[in-house]
């Protein structure tokens, strides 16, 4: 399927994953997702990037789609949204990218992330290949 302007066709992979056993769980459509836990348990921390969340979804042991490869669009913390900005000419010379626990993803130079910037969207978002 084609998405965005990007020209062509993407594959993507979504699998399904589960929240957490037990715990605070508010994972929102569109969410960067971690690995938590073996069994594909996913959840919002700090960290690598696994996939993006496809639904909303606040409670336990739930089972949910995953989007684990292919054209994200990502909602970005504020403060880095700048420094993308300035990279924008040149996407190679990007750090890699993490999840929050928020949900948002941010640049990370020391803790090894995921995705490729493809391009910063006018809604604020960035679309991400992961």
Same mark, same amino acid.
């Given at each position: 399927?084609?998405? @965005?302007?990007? #020209?062509?066709?993407?594959?993507? $992979?979504?699998?399904?994953?589960?929240?957490?056993? *037990? @715990?605070?769980? +508010?994972?929102?459509?569109?969410? *960067?997702?971690? $690995?938590?836990?073996?069994?594909?348990?996913?959840?919002?921390?700090? #960290?690598?990037? /696994?996939?993006?969340?496809?639904?909303?979804? +606040? !409670?336990?042991?739930? @089972?949910?789609?995953?989007?684990?490869?292919?054209?994200?669009?990502? !909602? =970005? $913390? =504020?403060? +880095?949204?700048?420094? =993308?900005?300035?990279?924008?000419?040149?996407?190679?010379? $990007?750090?890699?990218?993490? *999840?929050?626990?928020? #949900?948002?993803?941010?640049?990370? !130079? /020391?803790?090894?992330?995921?995705? !490729? =910037?493809?391009?910063?969207?006018?809604? #604020?978002?960035?679309?991400?290949?992961?």
């Amino acid at each position: 399927m084609t998405i @965005g302007d990007i #020209g062509g066709p993407v594959t993507e $992979l979504v699998i399904t994953c589960m929240t957490k056993p *037990a @715990g605070d769980v +508010d994972i929102k459509k569109g969410d *960067a997702l971690c $690995l938590l836990q073996l069994g594909y348990i996913v959840g919002k921390a700090y #960290g690598a990037i /696994f996939g993006q969340s496809l639904v909303d979804c +606040d !409670k336990n042991n739930a @089972g949910i789609p995953v989007r684990v490869r292919g054209v994200c669009e990502f !909602k =970005m $913390l =504020m403060c +880095d949204t700048t420094r =993308m900005i300035i990279y924008n000419n040149k996407p190679e010379q $990007l750090p890699s990218f993490i *999840a929050t626990k928020t #949900g948002y993803i941010k640049f990370s !130079k /020391f803790v090894v992330g995921n995705g !490729k =910037m493809l391009k910063l969207c006018a809604s #604020g978002l960035i679309e991400v290949l992961i």
